[in-house]
């Protein structure tokens, strides 16, 4: 069978490698791609320069699906899921994996994913939604004032809308908080996506990061959870500096305990599945917990509708199943709870960006791997390198994205995982390459 993948970062390169790797798939079609899935065996990128969040792009992609005869298509990221590509693949009866257009907002809209979680009962930091509309500046001024009034700890204020993770601040003062709600809701600094806030209660404790397959439709249906996984924020050591797209995650997590992950399917998976069997989507595709947990017990902080970035490529090694059947029992409706099959290990994935970021950064150095210019395949046996911000031209790779690639690491355990992580990376050069160096410590 053909499939298409949507997307361009290390994600959709670790989805589209593999599917490759399939006997069943003859050839992944990756739309737009990156230098790395234009390297990849049985791959072969497509579309450069369609927008999968307008329609007209969407129709473009509906119709190479049709033309390419793909079995299925997968979406990565979750802008074109927000703007309802599923929804518009379905309407041409073109089977495609992702949740529908309301299913989405679970990730495209904090305050939806909030009543979502009240509804159904599923653990999460008490909180409270704000609308710029009438009063609603001053409530919120009101709500944190009383807060800081009961407690020390600090606030989180998020964004309603998508803003590429920019919507959410930590605010220890009330100060803090009156300037951050000021920019958001007054002053329009990151658009409508602020317009509208949750403000809730700050949670310590540690980030566990659980990705999961979804089959749910006509009101029936299961969530299969993949191995948990943790993703690195914060840009530098120590989880010290601003906050990035991930700079690197762990598959398995360690100190996830047996008791921490029954906490997790009773008060948070399954009211989650509940819920959307109640609200009667279709929701035919990944779901990602972005969960906090403390001495044993998990909070719900978001759901993201897709797989997770980085953790996409420390967790997709490690599944010892063909990930083509599990796209197509997604689809299909025979999704059971234990699907999957896990190879016993761990992967590490530390991620590669380049000078500057997460500010403004450098594009267009020359990627070397020993030297040499990258072939696509494995860097040594257990060792692959997942392109992201990446381009091939003439046979080399250029640096193209902040987040540049990422070198995912099977090891026996954690240690040797990243052990071998960091050994391969000595191998990679481009001008201006920065990495950290404690993933997965
Ligand atoms: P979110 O997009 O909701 O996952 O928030 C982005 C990041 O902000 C999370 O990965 C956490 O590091 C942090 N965060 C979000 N909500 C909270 C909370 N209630 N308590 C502590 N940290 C949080
Ligand atoms: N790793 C977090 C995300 O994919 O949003």
């Known amino acids: 069978m053909n499939v298409l993948v949507i997307g361009s970062g290390g994600r959709e390169h670790a989805i589209a490698w593999k599917l490759a790797l399939s ?14 899935t234009a390297l990849e ?4 990128n497509a579309l450069a320069g369609v927008d999968p969040e307008t329609e007209t792009g969407q129709m473009i992609l509906a119709d190479f ?22 929804t518009a693949f379905h309407s041409r009866s073109l089977a495609i994996v992702g949740p529908d257009k309301k299913a989405a907002r679970l990730e495209a809209s904090k305050a939806f994913a909030k009543a979502f979680m009240a509804k159904y009962g599923v653990r999460t930091a008490a909180s409270g939604e704000f609308s710029a509309i009438g009063a609603g500046f001053e409530d919120a001024l009101r709500y944190v004032k009383t807060h800081f009034s009961q407690t020390k700890q600090p606030v989180v204020i998020k964004a309603d809308g998508l803003v590429a993770g920019k919507g959410v601040i930590i605010a220890n003062y009330f100060t803090e908080a009156e300037m951050c709600l000021r920019s958001f809701m007054k002053d329009g600094v990151i658009g409508d996506a602020g317009r509208t806030v949750v403000i809730e209660d700050f949670l310590p404790g540690k980030e566990v990061s659980v990705l999961a397959a979804v089959s749910v439709r006509n009101g029936a249906g299961v969530i299969a959870p993949f191995i948990a996984a ?69 909070y719900l902080l978001e759901y993201n509708v897709r797989l997770g970035d980085p953790e996409t490529q420390a967790v997709l090694p490690l599944l010892d199943s063909d990930f083509a059947d599990v796209c197509a029992a997604i689809l299909d409706g025979s999704l059971t709870e234990n699907q999957f099959a896990w190879k016993q290990g761990a992967v590490c994935a530390p991620v590669a960006v380049a000078g500057g970021y997460p500010g403004s950064y450098r594009k267009g150095d020359l990627v070397t791997v020993n030297g040499a210019a990258p072939d696509g395949g494995e860097l040594s046996p257990g060792v692959k390198l997942f392109a992201a911000g990446v381009r091939l031209q003439d046979g080399n790779f250029f640096t193209s994205g902040g987040r540049t690639l990422a070198v995912s690491a099977y090891g026996a355990d954690t240690e040797s995982a990243r052990s071998n992580a960091y050994r391969a990376l000595e191998s990679v ?13």
């Open 23 to 36: 006997p069943k798939v003859d050839a992944v079609f990756v739309a737009p791609g990156n230098g790395g």
């Open 41 to 44: 065996k049985k791959c072969e």
């Open 65 to 86: 699906a049709e033309r390419a005869g793909v079995a299925f298509s997968v979406v990565g990221p979750e802008a074109p899921l927000a703007s309802g590509i599923v």
């Open 230 to 298: 943790r993703d690195h924020k914060r840009r530098f050591d120590g989880d010290m500096g601003p906050n990035t797209g991930g700079m690197g995650a762990i598959a398995p997590v360690p100190n996830f305990t047996e008791a921490a992950q029954v906490d997790f399917r009773s008060l948070i998976l399954e009211p989650t599945l509940k819920g959307l069997r109640a609200e009667n989507v279709d929701y035919r595709g990944f779901i990602f917990f972005g969960l906090m947990v403390q001495d044993g017990r998990c």
């Open 429 to 441: 050069r481009f001008d201006g390459m920065d990495f950290r160096k404690d993933i997965g410590r």
